[in-house]
């Protein structure tokens, strides 16, 4: 907690009052142009990656940066879009997912979540990019993915997720009309390379 203390102090002493101006329209409103969709994992930071400031993107985050598909059932992610296209009238969406991401790696395998009952459930939500991928290549004597298939279901977890996120009625409306674009981004963290989904190629080509 020390280093977190230490850093609000730097950050009210000496960043906010080069900024100060900015902060002060901010309080008043945000104009966010990104709805940024990612994992909870530490060593993925929105803003870091993209060069962002405060007000420029709204993010979402959750283990695995999933979407679920919409139902009648409310839950933070459903709200945080209908809020973010409806109301901030946002026009893009990246969902965003990762290198090593520890979530695919428990998606990859859920038969050892039994004490983690509400992670299993949630990853319940890649179940069919882990079975896309399953279908491709041979599973070991356990029935679950060799390791080395990551990265794979991590991509194809990109690509589900960008389907669920169709499936949201705001989402789903303004595509309709051409006001809404999704983008579907995978951030190596080792390279510091994002790879973005080609619907055309149906591959991850370099950005
Ligand atoms: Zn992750």
Redesign the pocket.
């Known amino acids: 907690m020390d280093k977190l203390l230490e850093g609000l102090k730097k950050f009210q002493t000496l960043i906010y009052p080069l900024h100060q101006t900015r902060f002060e329209e901010l309080a008043e409103s945000q104009e966010p142009r990104v709805l940024f969709i990612t ?3 530490s060593r ?1 930071d929105p803003n870091l990656l993209t060069q962002t400031d405060p007000g420029e993107l709204f993010i979402c985050r959750n ?3 999933i979407v679920p598909p919409h139902s009648n059932e409310t839950g933070g992610m459903t709200a945080s879009i209908e809020y973010a296209v409806s109301v901030l009238n946002i026009k893009n969406i990246i969902i965003c ?2 290198s090593n ?4 790696k428990a998606a990859m395998n859920t038969e050892e979540l039994n004490d983690l009952p509400h992670v299993k459930t949630w990853l319940g939500h890649c179940r069919a990019a882990v079975k896309s991928v399953e279908n491709q290549h041979d599973c070991n004597q356990h029935g679950t993915l060799d390791p080395a298939y990551l990265d794979e279901v991590t991509k194809q977890n990109i690509i589900l997720q960008m389907q669920h996120i169709k499936t949201h009625p705001a989402v789903f409306a303004k595509l309709a009309t051409n006001e809404l674009n999704i983008y579907g981004w995978v951030y190596d963290i080792k390279s510091g390379n994002v790879e973005y989904y080609d619907e055309a190629s149906h591959g991850f080509v370099k950005l």
Do not use: I
């Open positions: 994992c909870s994992d993925v283990a695995g940066n997912g990762h991401c520890g979530a695919m």
